[in-house]
């Protein structure tokens, strides 16, 4: 794998990404307008509650799709490997939608869950099955490096859903009941292109599911679908305990600034991974690993140029963005900013730090890891929400991801020991640092400047700091390799 070829397919999944968060920052001020804070909280929890589902009903599959895909191919399985992934996405998606809608219907029996919101996860439970076969659909695409087709689709699933979603609750029906009838119809109807566009390629998975394989694959992505679970806990599942102690308006002050995060860490994240894990896997299974030692140090190098600045400039523009975002009604939320980002791009670090443990098929070692971190930070929680409130549930995050990367590298570090280029981060560290510093200032010197002239004044600056201390970036950039030799 050549870090052309890496940023090269990093930069087709980034540029979905980019698409995917201009649909939400088209979406995400109008929900956040039209919606009440308590609707909008509770859009936010039942979110959080596919997400479970979601993630118990993949069965592992996407995960070791990405593992065994290079093997099975290598000895002429693709057929075996193609019926197996497919007809079990398709069989656990349906168990997963049922289920859901077994449980909601049980829990309003029981008078646990009210009516309106038992019919509300009912309706929203249909997305479970769309999503599991999508994402499968989407992953064998992904492996086979793909890319572009992937992106097309992706894109193309966020806006038709997002268009119908905003159409539904503005026009048709009003609150969560549209918003969710609007995402069944934009994402089933990018379904059924998807796996026609996939039929077209592939054809019908004519073999009959591999149970052999399907244990196989089972048992290498199931522990890292139970480590998904405690991710999401750890990630989504102190809404649930701010819902408790502070209600569901508090739940949408929080969930604004993680949103906002999540649409700017998942250009960055996702790109990264969806092109890093399968190229390195590839890399992997060739004779001799000094080249994959290279390119995950390239990776960690190429994915710090740009989480760190982000991470600095969004902590100085934190009540701009969510004024503009999300409306001055949640400037309130600005304060717990600073944690959100640099936890969520901390995150993004985890998949080099732990590849260890994938290159080694260890993967039940994450899982309790993750665990373990997940409980800290309920526990966090429990201890710090009522003493803190909002600050102190995003504290309790931060500190659970400091302990997630780190438990995780040591972990990873026994198996394969990854090269960390200590001195680039410190450089890439203090070019940001400056580049706040210079925002900083405009914001003082400049009061009524707009938020686009504050994002490429800041994007130049950390440019040329960065030009001027990192030798190796200035040698790929035509005129000033040669030009100049120290640094």
Not at 111 to 133: K, N, Q, W, Y
Not at 288 to 307: F, N, P, S, W
Not at 398 to 420: D, E, K, P
């Amino acid at each position: 794998m050549s870090l052309k070829r890496l940023v090269k397919m990093t930069s087709t999944y980034m540029m979905g990404e980019v698409l995917i968060m201009a649909g939400g920052f088209i979406s995400f001020p109008i929900f956040t307008r039209i919606l009440s804070k308590s609707d909008y909280g509770a859009m936010n929890l039942i979110a959080i509650t596919l997400s479970f589902v979601e993630a118990l009903s993949t069965v592992g599959l996407r995960h070791a799709s990405q593992r065994f895909y290079p093997e099975y191919t290598e000895r002429g399985l693709f057929a075996e490997f193609y019926a197996t992934i497919m007809r079990n996405s398709v069989k656990f998606g349906l168990l997963g939608t049922l289920g859901t809608l077994a449980v909601s219907v049980f829990l309003a029996k029981l008078d646990l869950l009210p009516a309106g919101t038992s019919t509300l996860f009912a309706v929203a439970s249909l997305l479970i099955f769309i999503r599991i076969v999508s994402k499968i659909t989407g992953c064998l695409f992904r492996i086979r490096n793909q890319a572009r087709t992937y992106t097309v689709f992706a894109v193309g699933e966020k806006y038709l859903g997002m268009l119908l979603s905003v159409a539904f609750v503005a026009y048709l029906s009003k609150g969560l009941f549209g918003y969710y009838w609007g995402l069944l119809l934009g994402e089933g109807v990018t379904l059924a292109l998807y796996l026609a566009f996939l039929l077209r390629e592939f054809g019908l998975p004519r073999r009959a599911s591999s149970a052999a394989l399907f244990k196989e694959m089972s048992g290498y992505g199931i522990p890292m679908v139970l480590s998904g679970f405690a991710g999401i806990i750890l990630t989504m599942g102190d809404r649930y305990l701010i819902g408790y102690f502070l209600g569901t308006e508090a739940v949408a002050v929080y969930s604004v600034p993680y949103n906002l995060c999540s649409y700017i860490t998942g250009i960055l994240i996702t790109g990264f991974e969806y092109a890093f894990v399968p190229l390195i896997m590839t890399e992997w299974a060739r004779p001799g690993h000094g080249e994959t030692d290279r390119q995950v140090q390239e990776a960690i190098k190429m994915y710090c140029l740009v989480a760190l600045p982000v991470i600095c400039g969004v902590i100085a523009l934190g009540r701009e963005f969510i004024a503009l975002i999300a409306s001055k009604q949640y400037l309130v939320s600005t304060d717990i900013l600073p944690y959100v980002i640099t936890g969520e791009m901390l995150k993004g670090l985890l998949t080099p730090f732990i590849i260890g443990l994938q290159f080694h098929k260890n993967t039940v070692v994450m899982t309790k890891i993750t665990w373990g971190v997940a409980i800290l930070n309920i526990l966090l929680n429990l201890l710090l929400i009522p003493r803190l409130a909002l600050i102190g549930s995003a504290l309790a995050t931060l500190i659970s991801y400091v302990v997630l990367l780190a438990a995780g590298a040591y972990a990873s570090g026994r198996l394969y020991r990854v090269a960390v280029p200590t001195m680039a981060i410190l450089r890439y560290l203090g070019c940001s640092l400056g580049m706040s510093g210079f925002l900083v200032v405009a914001k003082t010197r400049v009061p009524a400047a707009g938020l686009v002239p504050l994002v490429l004044g800041a994007a130049l600056v950390f440019a040329l700091l960065v030009l001027l201390l990192d030798r190796e970036i200035r040698s790929r950039v035509p005129g000033l390799g040669k030009g100049v030799s120290h640094g």
